[in-house]
């Protein structure tokens, strides 16, 4: 069997050689504390973690003491919901977040629910958008926290954070965004959006896993959260911890090749994602393409095929690595509540299937996917006239 091409680059990506080789002298000799600045161990290692954050928040135009170093885009979701939760709970214990969540929010808001918060969760559009004037008439007098996330995991649908991110500012209620899908693919300029805090991740652009970073705005006005993590006072205290310097490192790097490369890449994907989406849907006519076309990430394409139940469909591309729905809830035999959110039934939900396009994907392997997928549903109908 030839090599599989790898369509999965939601669920993580590969690390760029070129990451790899920034984190290499961090992993060796490299290999100083952080935090121990009275030698020039130390010293080397603060400066490679500043520099990194220098990169980050200059690619969300904010300042670098605004981004804080976690473990990933769970932990900073975890540190902003129950942070932000916990210290307004004598102004409010009313949160609005959407149906179309990752679990990082979706769990993280049921745990506060069990504790005594309320959560709104409010439903999507047939598109997979929210509409922002449901986000202001859900706004109470209790509402501390919005949080809706930039780009979708499974559909790779683009929400208008700037609008919620205005109307968020003229309730006074702050407004976090999980970025993980969008972080450095799309360019955010998190003050012109009036977000408060967006949780982002190293592994979905090509950095290690491992490390992420929350922004939390300092002014205007400053956030202000409930320590979720209690030790060395690292990271302006917001997370103590000693700080996984290689990690940092290869974060700052990754992020300085996708915006340098950003509109180039978006560009290629974004044509072999169409080309895909095309073939596909004129050999057959009866695949839906799940979530909006044009508000969407380049490198996204989520499908179902009609009567093909999913598992069929991944039988029959054994060569392709793609997802059944997000990384996370593929192992369930539920059908993803994303999909399910669109208005689907249960039974066309469990067709679904995601492709999601990378860096190292080139045009043969786009060409080559295309004809192996066509091949899986002509066989997948084939077989199942047969039994008819
Ligand atoms: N949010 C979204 C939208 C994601 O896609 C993911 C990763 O699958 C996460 C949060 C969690 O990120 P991490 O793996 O860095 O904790």
């Known amino acids: 069997m030839s090599k599989p091409i790898y369509l999965d680059n939601q ?180 003050k012109e959006i009036n977000i408060d805090l967006l949780a982002f991740t190293a592994h979905k652009i090509y950095g290690p896993k491992g490390i992420g970073a929350l922004f939390i705005k300092k002014k205007n006005p400053p956030v202000e959260l409930e320590l979720q993590m209690d030790g060395g006072g690292h990271e302006r205290g917001f997370r103590s911890g000693t700080l996984p310097v290689a990690l940092i490192v290869g974060f700052g790097k990754a992020v300085e090749l996708c915006s340098r490369d950003r509109d180039a890449e978006n560009k290629r994907l974004k044509q072999y994602r169409d080309q895909l989406i095309d073939d596909i849907m004129t050999a057959h006519t009866d695949v839906i393409l799940n979530g909006s076309r044009e508000q969407r990430l380049s490198n996204n394409l989520n499908l179902c095929f009609p009567g093909i139940e999913a598992e069929t469909m991944i039988m029959n591309m054994k060569n392709i690595a793609c997802s059944t729905g997000s990384a996370c809830t593929s192992a369930s035999l539920e059908p993803s509540h994303v999909i399910k959110a669109l208005g689907y039934d249960t039974e066309l939900a469990h067709t679904a299937i995601r492709f999601s396009l990378g860096r190292f994907n080139n045009a043969d392997e786009i060409a080559a996917a295309g004809k192996m997928i066509i091949n899986a549903a002509t066989a997948a109908k084939q077989k199942k006239s047969n039994y008819l």
């Open 11 to 190: 669920a993580t990506t590969p690390l760029d050689p070129a990451v790899l080789e920034s984190m290499l002298p961090y992993f060796n000799n490299k290999f100083g504390n952080a935090a121990s600045t009275h030698h020039s161990f130390g010293h080397e290692a603060k400066e490679a973690v500043e520099k990194s954050r220098e990169i980050i928040s200059k690619e969300l135009n904010t300042s670098a003491s605004e981004i804080v170093f976690t473990s990933g885009a769970t932990e900073s979701i975890n540190l902003a919901i129950k942070g932000v939760s916990e210290k307004l709970k004598e102004k409010g214990r009313h949160i609005i977040t959407q149906v179309t969540e990752h679990n990082a929010v979706l769990d993280t808001c049921s745990a506060l629910e069990r504790r005594g918060w309320e959560i709104t969760k409010l439903p999507v559009k047939q598109d997979g958008r929210i509409d922002p004037r449901m986000i202001e008439d859900a706004i109470r007098k209790d509402t501390v926290l919005v949080t809706i996330m930039h780009a979708n995991n499974e559909i790779g649908v683009i929400q208008p954070v700037r609008e919620i991110g205005d109307i968020c500012k003229r309730h006074g209620v702050y407004f976090l965004v999980d970025a993980s899908q969008s972080f450095a693919k799309i360019s955010v300029d998190a």
